[in-house]
């Protein structure tokens, strides 16, 4: 049997070497956001399109955060094999997903709603809820939550 403890240790990566807020509790959207924001690299924001998943305990406590892939300006490529990998790894019970776009579109795209989709799918699958799908630009952010589409 898998030691608990231990997968939730290799779960505690540091995505990059800027100060976070500890610790963070799972709370609304736009707390979320405000997250992300801060763990993501700003010369990044406006140049790549990167996506992040959030994870959580049963006590809606944070575990950590991913960068699970880096795309370009256009797109972004969301592997939801590992995610659902690393959410395994970290015992999570809740998840939050996040991409930017460079582009400063806030409205999901297709490909944003068909890979929510089946992320939500996977995590049931795996008795996980997906709360919420951040989108980022520079300035602004939205969640599927806000457009009542989780």
Known sequence: MLNRKKE???????????????????????????????????NLLQKKQQFYAMFFNSKDKFICCRLLSTGDKTGYLADVNNLALVTLQCNAEYVVIAHN???????????????????????????????????????AHITFDQLLLM
Request: glycine share 0%.
């Open 8 to 42: 939730s240790m290799q779960c505690q990566v540091k995505t990059n070497n800027r100060p976070t807020k500890s610790p963070f509790v799972l709370s609304n959207s736009n707390s979320l956001a405000d997250y992300f924001r801060e763990i993501w690299d700003p």
């Open 101 to 139: 776009n460079p582009k400063c579109i806030l409205k999901p795209s297709l490909y944003d709603l068909a890979i929510t989709r089946k992320i939500s799918a996977v995590m049931k699958l795996l008795k996980v809820t997906l709360i919420d799908h951040v989108i980022l630009t520079p300035k």
